[in-house]
């Protein structure tokens, strides 16, 4: 089983900070098959990048994901109040398919 | 699109659970759908997998043996059938939707809302 490790665990920053979260995978996946998620309190997650690096329907472009091998990254760009949220990374590209932990991204 | 559940299903430990999941606003049979659950203040975790024709599963070590994931295409309804109910199978459980038709596993386009399942004496 391919182990996610998300970096920080809470990353406390102000609206129009740069927020860069890491993700770290236990061996090397595809990067057509990596993506990322946000949720909300109480809401389902969205999805918001997958193939590594390509936003899905729309995501504002403020966010932007980026790695290879073993290392991810998803990038937010000035963050916006309604980016405070949870963050997960996932890998499909070998079953089973799994999650990272989780970055909380908090109004400082 | 959407995918609909039902909101709150409370069950006793032993006992089973099945989930429904109903689609609309696409052709059912041509993407997968994926069960995801999130245990109470906790992450995500993949269940398993189900072909949109219902031929193809691939379910999580964690619960083979105890998970049977099925569709009805004459309603567009997916089914999560999970038994041998323990407390900590409380959690939320998700039904999503693959974001290309016909992949074998993908990213997750569409969430239904999630079901509550409570496991309780």
């Known amino acids: 089983e391919i182990v996610l490790t998300q970096s920080p665990g809470t990353l406390s920053l102000s609206p129009g900070e740069r927020a860069t979260l890491s993700c770290r995978a236990s061996?090397?996946?595809?990067?057509?098959?990596f993506a990322w998620y946000q949720q909300k309190p109480g809401q389902a997650p969205r999805l918001l990048i997958y193939?590594?690096?390509t936003r899905a329907p729309g995501i504002p472009g403020r966010f932007s994901g980026s790695g290879s091998g073993t290392d991810f990254t998803l990038t937010i760009s000035r963050l916006e109040p309604e980016d405070f949220a949870v963050y997960y990374c996932?890998?499909?590209?070998?079953?089973?398919?799994?999650f990272g932990g989780g970055t909380k991204v908090e109004i400082k | 699109v959407q995918l609909v559940q039902s909101e709150v299903e409370v069950t006793k430990p032993g006992a089973s659970v099945k989930v429904s999941c109903r689609a609309s606003?696409?052709?059912?049979?041509?993407?997968?759908i994926t069960w995801v659950r999130q245990a109470p203040g906790q992450g995500l975790e993949w269940m398993g997998w189900?072909?949109?024709?219902?031929?193809?599963?691939d379910y999580g070590p964690k619960f083979q043996g105890r998970v049977t994931m099925t569709t009805d295409t004459s309603t567009s309804t997916a089914y999560l059938d999970l038994r041998s109910l323990r407390s900590d199978d409380t959690a939320i459980y998700f039904c999503?939707?693959?974001?290309?038709?016909?992949?074998?596993?993908?990213?997750?386009?569409?969430w239904g809302k999630g079901t509550l399942v409570i496991v309780s004496s």
């Open positions: 999503t939707r693959d974001l290309v038709d016909g992949a074998y596993h993908d990213a997750l386009e569409i």
């Open positions: 606003g696409y052709t059912f049979t041509s993407y997968g």
């Open positions: 189900i072909s949109g024709d219902s031929r193809h599963t």
């Open positions: 061996q090397s996946v595809s990067t057509t098959y």
């Open positions: 193939g590594a690096s």
């Open positions: 996932q890998q499909y590209d070998k079953s089973p398919l799994t």
